[in-house]
Nanobody, 123 residues
Framework: QVQLEESGGGLVQAGDSLRLSCVAS????????MAWFRQVSGKEREFVAA????????RYGDSAKGRFTISRDNAKNTVYLQMNSLKPEDTAVYYC????????????????WGQGTQVTVSS
């Protein structure tokens, strides 16, 4: 059973930075692509960023390009999302997801999901 647990969310001001973490257990971490999605209440879950199992390939959604960086530490079974220059429109619940081998950008490509961590950016 794959388990993902996010942390690092909170309330920050516009322009601040925040780093999210997601610790994985129950699977061979390096065999799984990892991703971050986010969701605002009442809206569809949106792709933010993804990283391959080795960490050598990354993908970003349009909202994350130039401001967010995804990384992973396979020795710690952890994936990170460094978010800089945060904006009020970044306010959402951020979810960590895992997929065996596939480095996807859509919801249905990811089988395993965490419970989410709330990020709130005030103006």
């Amino acid at each position: 059973q794959v388990q993902l647990e996010e942390s690092g969310g909170g309330l920050v001001q516009a322009g601040d930075s925040l780093r999210l973490s997601c610790v994985a257990s129950g699977h061979t971490f390096s065999s799984h692509a990892m991703a971050w999605f986010r969701q605002v209440s009442g809206k569809e879950r949106e792709f933010v960023a993804a990283i391959s199992g080795s960490g050598g390939t990354t993908r970003y959604g349009d909202s994350a390009k130039g401001r967010f960086t995804i990384s992973r530490d396979n020795a710690k079974n952890t994936v990170y999302l460094q978010m800089n220059s945060l904006k009020p429109e970044d306010t959402a619940v951020y979810y960590c997801a895992a997929a065996l081998f596939i480095l996807g950008t859509t919801l249905n490509e990811y089988r395993y999901w965490g419970q989410g961590t709330q990020v709130t950016v005030s103006s």
